[in-house]
């Protein structure tokens, strides 16, 4: 399934189950009025752009190595530390971490409230294409035959 089918299926998904769902507690909590489907769609977006940019590191790290353990490894180790960086590096006094971390650009900028942010989607969409730009780099000057 491509990215952009996942994310279509996801904002489908959503504007579904909105109305049907009770998100009262969510909306209340969250301050959100309404969300509405543009607001969905660019959530869906940055869900797409973020999974990308981990796909892009795994599709680099394989390309590197040519091992699966590796990719496995290097992906997971990433996704934890981009979450604790964004998560807990302020609380840590190194808040300047969060802006290493992925997950500052898919969630900081809270697109069910704010809608879409270009910023966020351009750097998401750097770091995925340097990804694949260093895995091909790495991947042309590999020798496959040992």
């Given amino acids: 399934m491509s990215a952009a089918a996942l994310g279509?299926?996801?904002?489908?998904?959503?504007i579904a189950v909105r109305d049907a769902a009770d998100l009262t507690a969510v909306r209340d909590a969250a301050?959100?009025?309404?969300?509405s489907p543009l607001q969905f769609a660019a959530q869906c977006l940055n869900l797409v752009l973020f999974t990308l940019v981990f796909a892009a590191l795994a599709v680099c790290v394989g390309a590197a190595t040519?091992?699966?353990?590796?990719?496995?490894a290097v992906t997971a180790t990433a996704g934890v530390a981009a979450y604790a960086a964004h998560t807990f590096g302020a609380k840590l006094g190194v808040a300047w971490?969060?802006?290493?971390?992925?997950?500052?650009?898919?969630?900081a900028g809270d697109p069910l409230r704010h809608g879409f942010r270009w910023l966020d989607a351009t750097i998401l969409t750097a770091t995925a294409l340097t990804f694949v730009a260093l895995g091909v780099h790495r991947f042309d000057r590999r020798d496959l035959g040992r």
Avoid at 8 to 14: F, H, N, R
Avoid at 31 to 35: E, G
Avoid at 66 to 72: H, I, S
Avoid at 97 to 107: D, G, K
């Fill in 8 to 14: 279509l299926a996801v904002w489908l998904g959503m």
């Fill in 31 to 35: 301050d959100l009025t309404a969300v």
């Fill in 66 to 72: 040519g091992r699966k353990d590796a990719v496995v």
């Fill in 97 to 107: 971490t969060q802006w290493f971390s992925p997950f500052h650009y898919y969630l």
